[in-house]
């Protein structure tokens, strides 16, 4: 039987990827829905869609609220204003210092600004009851794809682009490094390009099961069959800890939106600068 605090059986089922989508004490199976098990769309793929879906509909009425506080010659409110100190932040205090010469170009400005928006509204999702309470950022591949299909190929892509092809790999060892010690460090190097958004990967995935983890755990103590007694001595603990965590579990949520755009910014201003 599910949990109605959980919204599932088991206290760790929100954390896999899988065909289930729980609503509370109901199930309903994505492959059951035409056309579903064809695409892939399990229940990470689910959150992803909700999280881009919810992004997209901030941004349009976000950009809806600037245009009509342009035409009216003040400065923009609620939404519009929350999401522009957002954005300058990401632009200002990340871009800035860490890709001098570029942060103010469109494209990366689109880049780290969908990498920032699309984490935090993940995470946040995860946070939230089922049908929702997934958290997309917990799953591996969901992270590879940011960090190997997104920030990998920006840094070689960018890089390329910006020095040559082979400029760019040759520049990757630094200047007046002896030649009986250039090809070991160009070696080391070229793995240290790739080892980048490993790293991010890892970190961002990490995190976000590790706190879902810990949430599980002490809602199964609210739901366990345990005598009166019992009960009495455990569910308050198990409440306030669920509580803290989960306020902590927010903030987190920010932290590693913050965390893994500020790294990437780094790795792509490196792969930019003519100085590395």
Not at 19 to 34: G, K, S, T
Request: net charge neutral; charged share 10%.
């Amino acid at each position: 039987m599910n949990s109605i605090v959980l919204g599932s059986s088991d206290p760790f089922q929100h954390t896999w990827n899988s065909w289930q989508v729980h609503l509370y004490r109901w199930d309903f199976n994505l492959q059951a829905i035409p056309g579903f098990e064809m695409l892939g769309i399990t229940n990470g793929v689910f959150a992803m869609l909700a999280a881009a879906t919810l992004l997209l509909f901030v941004g349009m009425r976000a950009g809806s609220e600037a245009r009509a506080a342009a035409a009216e010659g003040r400065m923009p409110r609620g939404l519009a204003h929350v999401m522009e100190v957002f954005v300058q932040f990401i632009r200002d205090d990340m871009m800035k210092p860490n890709m001098p010469h570029h942060y103010a170009r469109p494209g990366f400005i689109s880049i780290f600004c969908t990498f920032f928006f699309f984490i935090l509204f993940c995470n946040l999702l995860g946070l939230m009851p089922q049908p929702f309470g997934y958290t997309a950022t917990g799953n591996w591949w969901v992270t590879a794809g940011l960090a190997w299909g997104g920030t990998l190929m920006i840094m070689i892509g960018g890089g390329m682009k910006e020095k040559g092809p082979i400029g760019f790999w040759t520049g990757l060892v630094p200047h007046g490094v002896p030649g009986a010690l250039w090809p070991l460090l160009f070696a080391i190097e070229v793995v240290g390009v790739f080892v980048k958004p490993f790293a991010l990967m890892i970190r961002l995935a990490a995190n976000m099961t590790a706190g879902h983890i810990i949430l599980a755990v002490l809602a199964s103590f609210l739901t366990a069959g345990l005598s009166f007694g019992a009960k009495l001595a455990v569910w308050p603990a198990a409440g306030f800890g669920l509580f803290a965590i989960t306020a902590f579990e927010i903030v987190i949520a920010f932290i590693q939106a913050y965390i893994f755009t500020i790294l990437s910014c780094v790795f792509v201003g490196q792969s930019l600068s003519h100085e590395h």
